[in-house]
């Protein structure tokens, strides 16, 4: 494109290929039919009237649908007029031809609930989302064989991502706004700039969106940098920025790659994602607020990210990788971002100062405010029956034999937990035992005696094992935390990808057992088991369901379940105390939480009214 003479971000060009970025809509607006969402010099028009994109994000897969209608009504209250969503394949397709879009993971319910409380919906499809979420979208049997080409235009790739949009976009299809539905418009991939620059890749996907019935405009997101800007857009597609801050910088750089069209921040970072054994992320409310004033006093869309939080549930976190400093940095549980409405629905002050910014540049629903959501009142119980994890494999799982060690993705487990057993000749003098290839944390046991945890963040430790006897058995117990989602670590498969080593002999005939925990109604809980890794069972009484917040002081390491849901993971380094455990996962009377410790317990569960998130 041509270089653009600098005016600020406030400069307007008359956009001169205006139909291309607005697709086949305009046709249809000559057919009589609604022209949705499209572009004329620096303006979106919506069925032909001027428009602007003032939205939020929400992860409809990261708050329970019963709450759906609840936070779409509050980010209509903030003065929004769209939700932007992500589509995370993994979540609806998490084992390979298992397509499911049902309950949670009914996304046209989702649009049609927002639709329902006076929102528009952007839909974010991917295939790759990043979003902190495990593998960034991308389901885990992708990974089968270790280490696939992934986000390029690998023909192997290709096909699945289309066979997955075989799936997913004639269910949205008849949603478009060019049919008269509330969804205006589709992203092409996500950010793909940051990532790779093959233009043949992005070209596949939006062809793909074409075929199959989406005649929306589409866009391409990603940071400013030049190299972004140019990696990761198509010609004739709209292109925006995402960003956090002072908007000056980025819409220039915008302007410079893209001297024509509207000026949209379609991530608007509001706040931050977290790491365990990190601060917990906050950014201030009236400075926040004054950027989106800024953006929207030029004449901008924005889009906040996040406008809700959300809760990474299950196993569904996901993990960036420092490479400056060879390190896996697993996110938290908590997707609350410090967003203007928060991971339980909470308006907080950021929510008031973004909306009167908002206010000033379009109308705001009338007061009053929707109500703070109940909450339940505090409650500490202490766990009444236990029963050990490795004494419970043969109900968890059946083993599977191997002569070397594999990932879980190899025995098509998408999540969980993964054990290894393997019988050691001996007697034997004492060696160091080390793991090549872990993720993400090996806890190891000679003879049923714990004796260490190994890390894939210090490779080079070693745990001191010795055969007495003439056998020894050996188990390692592999904890995961999420698969990385940013970056070009993605290829983060699972347990044990390489070698155990004792001393300098590779060790083999392996007994290997997945553990996904999708049900524990197997167990047989009873007493007399402290050491980790043990189940502990709990149970609650309440009067009436409303929100909670679960903490566990004293305890080291694991997960959560309340009736059989699986909260989350929570661990003793923060910076996340409380997991949020949301009004529809509780029962009146009596319920059942069962904790997963897998080092040292301690004695009680408490039942918060309020989160504690560092």
């Excluded at 589509?87 to 031809?97: D, I, K, L, S, Y």
């Excluded at 406008?307 to 908590?334: E, M």
């Excluded at 007697?427 to 005696?449: E, H, I, M, Y």
Aim: glycine letters at 12%; aromatic letters at 10%; charged letters at 20%.
């Amino acid at each position: 494109m041509a270089r653009f003479s600098r005016r600020g971000f406030l400069g307007a060009v008359a956009l001169g290929s205006a139909a291309t970025m607005g697709g086949t809509n305009r046709v249809l607006a000559q057919a009589g039919k609604p022209a949705g969402l499209t572009v004329r010099g620096n303006e979106f028009l919506l069925d032909g009237e001027p428009f602007r994109i003032i939205a939020g994000e929400m992860h409809y897969f990261r708050t329970h649908p019963d709450q759906w209608r609840n936070r779409l009504d509050r980010m209509r209250a903030l003065g929004l007029n769209s939700v932007d969503t992500y589509v995370a394949w993994n979540f609806h397709e998490p084992r390979r031809g298992e397509v499911d879009f049902t309950g949670w993971r009914d996304v046209v319910r989702f649009v049609e609930t927002a639709a329902e409380a006076g929102l528009k919906v952007i839909i974010r499809p991917g295939p790759y989302i990043c979003a902190e979420w495990d593998f960034g979208g991308l389901p885990a049997w992708l990974l089968e064989s270790g280490n696939p080409p992934l986000r390029c235009s690998d023909p192997a790739y290709t096909e699945l991502t289309l066979r997955w949009f075989d799936e997913l976009l004639p269910r949205l299809a008849p949603l478009q706004a060019t049919r008269g539905g509330p969804v205006l418009a589709f992203q092409v991939e996500n950010e793909y700039g940051s990532y790779g620059n093959d233009q043949t890749h992005l070209e596949q996907l939006r062809a793909g969106m074409l075929e199959r019935g989406i005649d929306s405009l589409l866009f391409c997101s990603n940071g400013p940098s030049d190299y972004m800007l140019r990696g990761g857009n198509l010609p004739d597609t709209l292109a925006t920025v995402n960003f956090a801050g002072d908007p000056t910088a980025p819409f220039e750089a915008l302007r410079e790659y893209q001297p024509e069209g509207p000026l949209w921040c379609t991530e608007f970072w509001d706040g931050w994602f977290d790491h365990w054994g990190e601060e917990h992320h906050t950014t201030d409310p009236v400075e926040t607020a004054g950027h989106v004033d800024r953006m929207l006093a030029a004449g901008a869309s924005v889009s906040l990210y996040m406008a809700v939080g959300g809760t990474n549930f299950g196993w569904w976190a996901g993990a960036n990788y420092d490479t400056s400093k060879d390190q896996y940095q697993p996110t938290i549980t908590s997707y609350d971002y410090d967003s203007p409405i928060g991971e339980a629905g909470e308006l907080t002050e950021k929510f008031q100062r973004i909306r009167e910014a908002i206010a000033r540049h379009a109308p705001v629903p009338e007061p009053p405010l929707p109500a703070p959501p109940p909450r339940l009142r505090p409650q500490t119980a202490r766990p009444e029956a236990t029963t050990g994890l490795l004494e419970s494999l043969d109900v968890l799982s059946s083993p599977v034999r191997s002569a070397t060690p594999a990932h879980m993705e190899k025995f098509g487990q998408p999540y969980g937990l993964i054990h290894y057993r393997t019988t050691v000749q001996g007697p034997r003098q004492t060696a160091g035992l080390r793991v090549s290839g872990l993720a993400d944390r090996a806890l190891v046991f000679s003879d049923g005696k714990y004796l260490g945890a190994l890390d894939r963040n210090t490779p080079d430790l070693t745990i001191d094992v010795a055969v007495p006897g003439r056998t020894g058995r050996l188990d390692l117990l592999v904890d995961t935390g999420g698969r990385v989602n940013f970056g070009h670590q993605l290829s983060d498969p699972k347990g044990i990808t390489d070698r155990v080593l004792l001393g300098m002999q590779a060790l083999h005939g392996w007994e290997i057992r997945p553990l996904p925990l999708e049900d524990l109604s197997g167990l047989r809980f009873g007493g007399g088991t402290s050491a980790g890794p043990v189940f502990h069972r709990a149970r609650m009484s309440i009067a009436e369901p409303a929100d909670g917040f679960l903490a566990l002081p004293g305890w080291e390491k694991g997960m959560v379940w309340l009736n059989g849901f699986l909260l989350g993971r929570y661990w003793s380094v923060g910076p996340q105390v409380t997991l949020y455990a949301p009004s529809p996962l509780w029962k009146q009377g009596e319920n059942e939480i069962v904790v997963l410790e897998m080092h040292e317990a301690g004695q009680d569960i408490e039942l918060r009214s309020e989160p504690d998130l560092g």
